[in-house]
């Protein structure tokens, strides 16, 4: 098995993406308008999945499948290569969990509302 450092730098860079528009739709008070009306049309069918909107690392692990599609990070190589995928694309999702908190820190550390 081999570590590629190159890939990781790459994980990381797009975990800050990931970290920054799942918190943002997740807590921003610019998207709670759209929140609750999700909530008022699928909440009595759906009430799991219209609660996962609210929650930032939930929101995280649907929105890094784009960019990992795209970008295709594979941090480690070895002969298992959906394995390797998924090692990878497990790594953006919890590197985007502290640059999510990261950014709220700055956020509420400048004043900023919403």
Known sequence: MQLSLG???LT???A???GL???TLAKAEVFEPLREAIDRKFGKRFPTAVKLLRCALCLS???AV???AVYRPRIVESAWAVADVLVSYLLLVGLA???AFLIFLFHSAIGAKG
């Open 7 to 9: 890939q990781l730098g």
């Open 61 to 63: 692990f649907w929105i």
């Open 12 to 14: 990381a860079v797009l």
């Open 97 to 99: 969990a502290p640059a």
């Open 66 to 68: 784009p960019l990992a």
């Open 21 to 23: 528009v799942s918190l």
């Open 16 to 18: 800050v993406p990931v």
